[in-house]
């Protein structure tokens, strides 16, 4: 399967959709973007139950400043609508196969638990 534009319009739908959502934040002028789009495209097309979507900064630029992306490619992925791997840099194929792995092992319901601990637990507030 081939990799989807994603745009302002299409964001949300894509990353809260269920299974496994996977974005590369690009240029076309960046010369570590042109080398890992066949490696990301390569992925797409051997785990076709994943999305795999490419943001182009230049054109997305709210998307790009909402999200803080200050260096490309940057690599994030999505399990079940939660933001759960964020990394600036290019990948290597085995490296993006590993994650892919590891992103399907993850248990959910372990990550909405993590989750709401953190956002539970005691702050100290100072003055």
Do not use: Y
Not at 55 to 70: H, P, Q, V, W
Request: proline share 8%; glycine share 6%.
């Amino acid at each position: 399967m081939a990799a989807t534009t994603i745009t302002e319009s299409n964001f949300e739908q894509t990353v809260t959709g269920p299974g496994i959502t996977i974005l590369d934040w690009w240029a076309p002028w960046c010369g570590p973007c042109k080398s890992f789009a066949p490696i990301f495209e390569a992925a797409s097309e051997k785990h076709a139950d994943i999305t795999w979507g490419k943001i182009n900064t230049d054109e997305e630029g709210g998307l790009a400043a909402a999200f803080e992306i200050r260096s490309i490619p940057t690599l994030m992925v999505f399990k079940e609508g939660v933001l759960i791997f964020e990394q600036p840099g290019l990948l290597p194929p085995q490296i993006l196969e590993q994650l892919v792995t590891e992103v399907r092992a993850l248990d959910m319901a372990e990550v909405r638990k993590k989750i709401e601990e953190e956002l539970n637990r005691p702050r100290i507030v100072t003055p």
